[in-house]
């Protein structure tokens, strides 16, 4: 079947994630084992709870307050996980435009969570006063779906709300563990390394 949709991955694809940013920025609130709870891909304990949808923001940085010690204000959690957010490229976003103009449905499905999308919906976002959502059709965030990738459920749910089939279906993804999961369901994929350029081999692939 002709590809008609596309699912975007939000960290490692659209931007460039630094994992060692977001960790020395929790280092730096007092967190010392950081480096065990945080993961490129999937996060565990409260921070995986938090992307689950599991608990809410305040309960993160209540949860995290005890953890460390001391008294954590939302915007140190804020900034402490916005330091997963290394570049934008120009090329990325542009890439999204003319997929739409195209004529596909862009789609975006992220483990991410509300201190990350707090900048990501923002006017700050791209530089212009655009938000993420505006460069997408649909947003699939797991902490409002309550599921996590790499569960078969999510790419299900995400399948049976666009009434799509897998083989029409282009996941891009920097995580392989997602990238296998998709395929196992008939779902197309990509898995470009974290801040490669995709660009041209998505192109290619669709014969642009």
């Known amino acids: 079947m002709e590809i008609t949709t596309i699912i975007f991955d939000l960290g490692g694809v659209i931007i460039t994630l630094d994992q060692s940013q977001a960790i020395a920025r929790f280092e730096a609130l007092g967190l010392t084992d950081v480096r065990e709870r945080?993961?490129?891909?999937?996060?565990?304990g409260i921070f995986g709870d938090l992307e689950e949808g599991l608990i809410t923001a305040e309960d993160f940085r209540r949860e995290f307050s005890k953890l460390v010690g001391h008294e954590v204000t939302y915007a140190q959690c804020e900034y402490a996980w916005q330091g997963y957010a290394?570049?934008?490229?120009?090329r990325n976003l542009?890439?999204?435009r003319r997929l739409r103009q195209e004529g596909y449905r862009v789609l975006l499905l992220s483990n991410t969570n509300p201190f990350m999308m707090a900048w990501a919906e923002s006017d700050r976002?791209?530089?212009h006063g655009n938000p993420l959502s505006s460069y997408f059709d649909a947003c699939y965030l797991s902490y409002q779906m309550k599921m996590m990738k790499p569960s078969e459920a999510i790419f299900r749910e995400?399948?049976?709300?666009?009434?799509?089939f897998a083989s029409q279906v282009l996941f891009i993804d920097d995580?392989?563990?997602?990238?296998?999961?998709?395929s196992q369901l008939g779902i197309n994929t990509l898995c470009p390394e974290n801040g490669s350029d995709w660009t041209p081999k998505l192109f290619e692939r669709l014969g642009l």
């Open 38 to 44: 945080l993961d490129p891909y999937q996060q565990s």
């Open 86 to 90: 290394k570049a934008l490229p120009q």
């Open 94 to 96: 542009d890439a999204l």
């Open 125 to 127: 976002f791209d530089g």
């Open 158 to 164: 995400v399948l049976r709300r666009e009434k799509t």
């Open 175 to 182: 995580g392989p563990r997602n990238v296998a999961v998709a």
